[in-house]
């Protein structure tokens, strides 16, 4: 345990220190760290899940509370508080269908029961969560090959073994299982960008001109995607101030073989008339289609609705966000400093507080974040493919559980 | 653990195996006393900034520029700072980062703290010098390796320095932080500093660099407009160097400095500019206010509130307009908070409270009506109901009562405790500690006067001062309102201000620079602009420095060379005493004071030190025989010194030096102080412009420095009414002196005068011009005069007025009967009993018998009620003039003596205007230089001229009420009656301005045949005059004022 908590101190000290950049690397350490807290936690015979969960939001309330912006690692702690919730959910459907089917193991037949095990055990865990809560759409679609194809070792109800060996392997079993799909989830983050980039060709046509403002990773890996396949098409950048991360994006396109053209922030209405698609990276979705990005992008996403441009946001769904924004443009946002916008040395004499009366008369805001609305978006694409924004709460649903919505409970008054 | 792996691996390439960890030296302790009084509590690293102790900030900056092993070097209060180290994340913190103490009571300095990390032996490689009070967000990765790169290339490079572009005020001429203003000179291209300056005198207008810096490069940029950051890298050659030469002190002002000047090692340092990034060093309060908003300003982003930096678990809030909140902050409805304010956790602020600008620690309580404007106020401070704070310090615990007013500058330390509706004086410093006594740090503040040399000397003037204000704050509150019942008086004593006097304490202050002061500061730029014109002058066409200058402004190596050339001046002046030959001892001294690189000025200071010590050789048992010594002394030595005194500098050096040894070593002068300095005078030692300078000089010091000038008031302020004797006065006295002298000493001279003249009364038979001043003097003074019988005196019988201020003569009829025409009183004295010729009437005789006389030899004539001395004479000759009360307006205490000096000659007629020299035979153009038309002259200059008069107009728009043009003496009279004296400054500023600008030729703004009316300046006095002047000035009409113009202006203008 020790050796945990020194990790999770480490990752928090590393968040609060903003030495973690971009919501794609705090994710994937996010849920490194917490299959790490899964795998050293002791469970008890009883209550396995709730030990397992109380760990998590303990260590997960600690993570949120250290860099509050960054809300991807909110997300991905209640995805895995999900994840442990959905598979206890299954070892109990399992157990309880062991249960039932050595009961009734004299009327049915044994062929089946010996054949598919963890069919039928899923079947009834589905059949018990859609029990439990409206059917998702995935849970539908994906959920029982899915299942299926996770392996789970004898649970062989039937077998006369003792009771204190059957409650160990269903220990070992949860944590297995909440690590296997933890492990997924990894590996789902780590891919995101080459799922999204997969439906790009759908989405760019020949001789379009897309445009786009700083540089997101998954827009240049999406672009990048359609000119792989030989879509030929023209990119508009916006160099985005006072970062400039449009020019390092126009500097990697060029570099790629696309047609590039890079125009100031405040050219982009101008521009935007001869614009087929507006595509932008976002910092996060929120639950009701609402999307914060790099500052600026709202101001895009206006232009475009004037035009009646589509305003496609391309996004890693460990971006989707269950929480409402409330307030997003100053709660949510991070204020750099000032550097980046001013030379302090040119501007020293207008800071002299001495001979200004005291109070400082510049004063200089550098918001990370703008906050668009869910009505200017047409399109949101993520890894499990396109939604439009009044879909998000659907996706919302399927991947965090109701319960987790709020991490960090208040002490008790 | 995989991002430990990969740095594992990183570190076991072989590009790396040579890498040594990098390490950083953390000072603790500023080794300085400007945050007094808190620091006596609490060091200052610990104090909080933004609600985080400084420290904190510095450590997280190093933490994360990837320094792996810091030292810190605790002096003072090195307890607290270790526990707090030892709870804090720093120690605990598993990793790469690791924090030391190094603890060492003794150090005094920061040179002192770098010779004990050496005796450690603990740096291996180039190390980060760093203070504990250092806020910063820059990249050092970026410095680190140039200062590799140029210390592989030139293993001299031993040092870089973090600099930052920053505009240093203009009016101040310090930085935005309230240090001063720091000169460099750095090489663009290698970035090599050459020049580091930061005190520079910005009076003298000039400063002097090595012409050798330019020798063997191209280029040379000199910046102002650099902020030394007070971050170095610094190689470990650096702490040897400290341990080689012991007196290294301070960082810049001994190491840096002394590493520029010093050829011989031909160490280098480079400088690092930083552009984007933020550093700055709490120095004193200004830098804590000014970093302080920067800091909430988001300039050194990542280290603001909202990020978790720095305090471990509490989550602050921004809001919009820079409001920091922490959670469970309890505010009113009705409370505003307005922009640039961080509310501390648990603080709970009341009803109708307005905040801006502020910073409020954990746990507060504010009550309701509270207005809190730019202040800084820690934890647990309970302010109640109706405060008002504005631009002040207030630190833990502190307790204000209802209604408490503190104003702009006021620093509350720990748990003072302020009773109801007091009025806490701005500036003021309140701590439950007594101020300490001067003697208790004694050898620091030794150490710091040193080194700033002439700008402050602690006089025991000054240490009183300071003892006396010391009061127990408790006992003056309750007598201020004693009446109140539910009064309950605070706690906490006054600190009077330690370092500089009040004069500097709006210059380090949390608060603003009063708007009074910013005015008062831009007239003076105002008058620093023509300044040049006059400095130009005495720049030297070689790059050498001014001799003068050069030894006066001194650091402390000067200081410390001064008292070894007076020990030796001394020694010199022992042997003479001894009996050396006079000549070899000038001799003896020149080469002494070449050898020192010393003025004429200082020889004569020290000579005349030396003197004054062998005056006190003899013993003495009373103040006269002290006298009678020193006057000995003084005429024995006047021929040496008198080699020395070639200017007016060098008299006015002698006489500060000797009111210092008056001060300081030799107590026994101080009341014979103005009889000796009349004596010096008298013995033509010290002439009267140097005497006249030095008063001036005076009259701006404080009052304990002007303990002297009072004596000698009388000498100086009733010279004619305008400061300076006219020539006539100065006969006049002469002849005094010499008709006092003739009675009362006796010298050959006066003896063949005796026998050739008589007495001064005795009626002239010769064309003797000096002789017959000597009569009519001797004529005007008669009734001054008072006269005793003495042995061996010379008082003529018959023509003295001895007998009642009157002479024998015309007491009586038909004397030269029986009286011979040059017999003396003594000749009808026999064994002290009058013996009168038996011509003589006998009703005379009661009325001589009253006649004092004395058998002991002392002085047969004296003055009516004063000591004779040249200011009596000289008060004698002006006695029957007019006072006027308007000489203030030229001999005011504000005024350069530049200014007052133009005005004097104006009145004078000393100006050199075309009629004066064409009068003294030198050709120039005989018309004025502005207006081109008229002769020029001074009432043309600055009445007559149209120009002239229509810039006073505009000052002074009541001038133009005059009838006629006045002429200058008429102005200024007119000017006396109306002005109070707080418009005189001003008056008198505008108008010597105008005088400047009309008497300089060659003026920069000015064209031959264009009238710059328009010019700015000229709006500027206009603006100021409106502002100054308009209400007070337009307000008399014409007529009264003609009629108030009394002609005579005869009186105050020399022949």
């Known amino acids: 345990m020790p050796d945990v908590q020194t990790l999770v101190n480490d990752f928090v000290l590393k968040l609060k220190r903003r030495k973690i950049e971009g919501s794609q690397a705090s994710a994937k350490q996010t849920a490194e760290l917490l299959r790490s807290v899964v795998s050293h936690q002791r469970l008890p015979y009883i209550n396995q899940a709730t030990v397992l969960l109380d760990a998590v939001r303990a260590v997960g309330e600690q993570l949120i509370a250290a860099n509050p912006v960054e809300l991807a690692v909110g997300n991905i702690v209640r995805r895995i508080l999900h994840i442990i919730r959905e598979e206890d959910l299954t070892s109990t459907a399992s157990a309880m269908e062991g249960l039932s089917l050595s009961a009734n193991s004299d009327d049915d037949d044994n062929f089946e029961r010996e054949d598919h095990p963890a069919l039928s055990a899923a079947a009834v865990a589905a059949a018990a969560r859609s029990t439990l809560r409206a059917p998702s759409l995935q849970t539908l679609l994906e959920g029982i090959p899915e299942s299926a194809s996770a392996p789970h070792p004898s649970s062989s109800g039937g077998d006369s073994e003792g009771k204190t060996a059957e409650r160990s392997s269903r220990s070992k079993k949860l944590k297995h299982d909440v690590i296997e799909a933890i492990n997924e989830l990894i590996q789902d983050i780590e891919t995101c960008h080459e799922q999204i980039s997969e439906q790009a060709v759908g989405l760019i046509h020949q001789n379009e001109v897309i445009l786009t403002l700083g540089r997101s990773r998954t827009v240049k890996e999406f672009l990048c995607a359609a000119n792989e396949k030989k879509r030929s098409f023209r990119v508009f950048i916006a160099e985005g101030a006072p970062r400039y991360l449009g020019h390092v994006l126009a500097k990697e396109l060029v570099a790629k073989g696309l047609q590039t053209t890079v125009i100031t922030d405040s050219a982009v209405f101008a521009m935007i008339s001869r614009v087929n698609m507006v595509i932008v990276g976002a910092h996060a979705i929120m639950a009701n289609g609402g999307v914060i990005a790099p500052v600026g992008i709202n101001m895009v996403a206006l232009a475009a609705q004037r035009h009646a441009v589509p305003f496609v946001v391309v996004a890693g769904s460990h971006k989707l966000c269950p929480l409402y924004p409330h307030n997003p443009e100053v709660l949510l946002n991070d204020f750099k400093s000032p550097s980046d916008l001013l030379d302090f040395g040119e501007f020293s004499d207008c800071m002299d507080f001495s001979t200004s009366g005291g109070s400082p008369r510049l004063h200089v805001v550098n918001p990370a974040f703008d906050f668009i609305p869910s009505k200017l978006v047409s399109l949101f694409i993520t890894d499990t493919g396109g939604h439009s924004p009044s879909y998000i709460y659907r996706l919302i649903a399927d991947y965090y559980s109701a319960d987790d919505f709020v991490v960090q409970r208040r002490p008790a008054s | ?1055």
């Open chain 2, 1 to 1055: 653990m995989a991002q430990k792996k990969t740095h594992r691996t990183s570190s076991d390439d072989p590009e790396e195996l040579t890498r040594t960890v990098l390490q950083a030296v953390l000072l603790a302790d500023s080794f300085a006393q400007k945050f007094r009084p808190i620091t006596l509590e609490r060091p200052k690293v610990l104090l909080p900034l933004v609600n985080a102790p400084m420290i904190e900030y510095t450590l997280a900056w190093l933490e994360s520029v990837g320094v792996e092993e810091v030292f810190v070097f605790c002096c003072a209060h090195s307890l607290q700072v270790k526990s707090y180290l030892e709870n804090s994340q720093w120690t605990k913190q598993p990793g790469a980062f690791s924090v030391t103490t190094i603890e060492s009571h003794d150090a005094i300095s920061a040179g002192d703290a770098l010779r004990v990390i050496y005796t450690h032996g603990i740096i291996r490689g180039d190390f980060i010098l760093i203070s504990g009070d250092t806020v910063s967000n820059m990249n050092l990765a970026k410095a680190l390796s140039e200062h590799k790169d140029r210390r592989k290339k030139d293993p001299l490079a031993i040092m870089t320095m973090v600099i930052k572009h920053s505009k240093p005020s203009a009016l101040t001429h310090q930085t935005r932080l309230g240090n001063d203003e720091i000169i460099m000179a750095i090489d663009p291209r290698t970035k090599e500093l050459l020049y580091y300056e930061d005190k520079v005198d910005f009076s003298q207008h000039l400063i002097s660099l090595d012409k050798m810096l330019l020798a063997d490069r191209s280029a040379l940029s000199l910046h102002n407009d650099k902020q030394d950051c007070y971050i170095d890298i610094c190689s470990p050659e650096v702490l040897s160097l400290f341990t080689d030469n012991f007196d290294y002190q301070h960082l810049r002002r001994h190491f840096v400095k002394g590493l520029l000047i010093d050829d011989i090692m031909g160490y280098k340092i480079f400088t690092h500019e930083i552009q984007s990034s933020y550093a700055a060093r709490v120095d004193n309060f200004r830098s804590y206010d000014t970093i302080s908003k920067d800091i909430l300003q988001r300039w050194t982003y990542p280290f603001v509130p909202d990020v978790q930096y720095l305090v471990n678990g509490l989550q602050i809030k921004l809001d919009r307009e820079g409001i920091y909140k922490a959670p469970e902050v309890v505010q009113s409805r009705s409370a505003h908070i307005d922009s640039f304010t961080v509310l501390g956790n648990a603080t709970t602020v009341g009803d109708n409270a307005v905040i801006s600008n502020s910073v409020i620690g954990q746990g507060c309580t504010i009550g309701h009506n509270v207005t809190i404007e730019g202040s800084y106020i820690w934890d647990n401070v309970k302010i109640e109901d109706g405060c008002k704070l504005s631009h002040a310090l207030v630190c833990d615990g502190v307790h204000l009562r209802a209604g408490v007013v503190l104003e702009p500058g006021v620093i509350l330390s720990f748990k003072v405790e302020v009773g109801q509706q007091i009025v806490v004086p701005a500036y003021s410093k309140v701590s439950l500690l007594r101020q300490p006594s001067k003697q208790d740090s004694d050898e620091e503040l030794e150490y710091a006067d040193a080194n700033t040399g002439i700008i402050e000397s602690p006089s025991i003037a000054t240490m009183m001062n300071a003892q006396k204000v010391d009061f127990p704050r408790g006992t003056s509150d309750a007598d201020r309102s004693g009446t109140s019942e539910f009064y309950v008086s605070g706690a906490g004593y006054i600190w009077s201000s330690c370092e500089g006097g009040n004069e500097d304490e709006w210059r380090h202050s949390i608060a603003p620079i009063p708007a009074d002061k910013l005015s008062e500061l831009l007239l003076n730029a105002f008058a620093d602009v023509d300044a040049p014109d006059q400095d130009m002058s005495c720049i030297p066409a070689s790059g050498e420095l001014l001799p003068d200058s050069a030894s006066t402004v001194g650091d402390g190596e000067d200081y410390r060379d001064s008292a070894d050339f007076e020990k030796e001046v001394e020694a010199t002046f022992q042997r003479a005493l001894a009996g050396v030959d006079l000549e070899n001892v000038v001799l003896e001294i020149n080469s002494l004071r070449l050898s020192y690189h010393m003025s004429h000025a200082d020889c004569a200071g020290a000579l005349f030190h030396s003197i004054m010590k062998a005056a006190l050789v003899p013993p003495y048992s009373s103040k006269n025989e002290l006298y009678a010594n020193t006057v000995k002394e003084i005429i024995k030595w006047r021929d040496l010194l008198k080699h020395y005194l070639k200017t007016l500098d060098e008299e006015i050096e002698v006489i500060l030096k000797f009111e210092e040894i008056s001060v300081e070593t030799a107590r026994e002068f101080s009341p014979l102080f103005s009889n000796i300095l009349s004596c010096l005078y008298d013995k033509e030692v010290l002439s009267e412009e140097a005497i006249l300078s030095w008063a001036q000089e005076k009259e701006g010091a404080d009052e304990s420095d002007k303990i002297f000038t009072k004596q000698s008031e009388q000498f100086i302020k009733n010279l004619g009414g305008l400061g300076i004797p006219s020539l006539k006065a100065l006969q006049f006295a002469c002849c005094c002196s010499i008709i006092i002298r003739f009675y009362n000493t006796s010298s050959p001279l006066f003896d063949f005068l005796n026998v050739k003249y008589g007495s001064p009364w005795t009626p002239a038979r010769c064309k003797a011009s000096l002789w017959n001043w000597m009569n009519k003097v001797a004529e005007k003074i008669s009734p001054s005069l008072q006269f005793a019988y003495t042995p061996n005196c010379k008082i003529a019988m018959l023509w003295d007025p001895w007998i009642n201020g009157c002479t024998f003569s015309s007491v009586h009829d038909n004397i030269s009967a029986f009286i011979p025409f040059h017999a003396k009183v003594s000749d009808f004295v026999v064994e002290g009993i009058w013996k009168f010729p038996d011509a003589m009437n006998a009703d005379l005789v009661p009325t001589l018998n009253c006649f004092p006389i004395s058998t002991v030899t002392a002085n047969s004539i004296s003055w009516k009620d004063h000591k004779t001395s040249f200011s009596v004479y000289i008060y004698e000759f002006y006695k029957g003039e007019e006072q006027v009360d308007w000489f203030k307006l030229v001999w005011h205490k504000h005024f350069a003596l530049k200014y007052s000096l133009y005005a004097c000659l104006a009145l004078n007629r000393g100006l050199k205007t075309a009629d004066i020299l064409s009068k003294r035979n030198i050709m120039t153009k005989p018309t004025c230089s502005l207006c081109f038309a008229q002769p020029e002259s001074i009432e043309h200059l600055l009445f007559e001229c149209d120009y002239a008069y229509s810039v006073l107009i505009k000052l002074i728009p009541s001038l133009g009420n005059f009838l006629l043009r006045p002429r200058l003496a008429q102005a200024l009279e007119f000017l006396g009656d109306i002005l109070d004296s707080a418009v005189v400054s001003f008056f008198a500023f505008c108008f010597y301005r105008v005088a400047l600008f009309v008497f300089v030729p060659g003026w920069p703004f000015w064209q031959p045949g264009t009238i710059p009316l328009g010019c700015c300046w000229v709006q500027v006095y206009d603006d100021a005059a409106n502002r100054f002047l308009g209400r007070s000035l337009g307000q008399p009409g014409g007529n009264s004022i003609m009629a108030r113009c009394r002609g005579n202006s005869d009186g105050f203008a020399f022949d």
